[in-house]
């Protein structure tokens, strides 16, 4: 299991921060949690594919 923080800031972006997201990879099992706006910048980011996204 892993979880990856890919914000955790308040719910505006900004330069440097990215609102609250999650997401958590069991196994070969993605899932979001409390995805905020620009969520899948940071998925970009953190080179998470977005076909592999369960939930």
């Known amino acids: 299991m892993k979880l990856t923080i ?5 719910a505006t972006p900004r ?11 069991i196994g070969k099992n993605l899932f979001l949690i409390d995805c ?9 980011k953190n ?3 977005f076909s592999k ?3």
């Not at 440097?16 to 958590?24: A, G, I, K, R, Y």
């Open 6 to 10: 890919l914000g955790c800031y308040a």
């Open 15 to 25: 330069t440097f921060t990215n609102p609250t997201s999650q997401v958590l990879e």
């Open 36 to 44: 905020g706006e620009a969520t899948q910048v940071q998925l970009r």
């Open 47 to 49: 080179k998470v594919k």
């Open 53 to 55: 996204i369960e939930r």
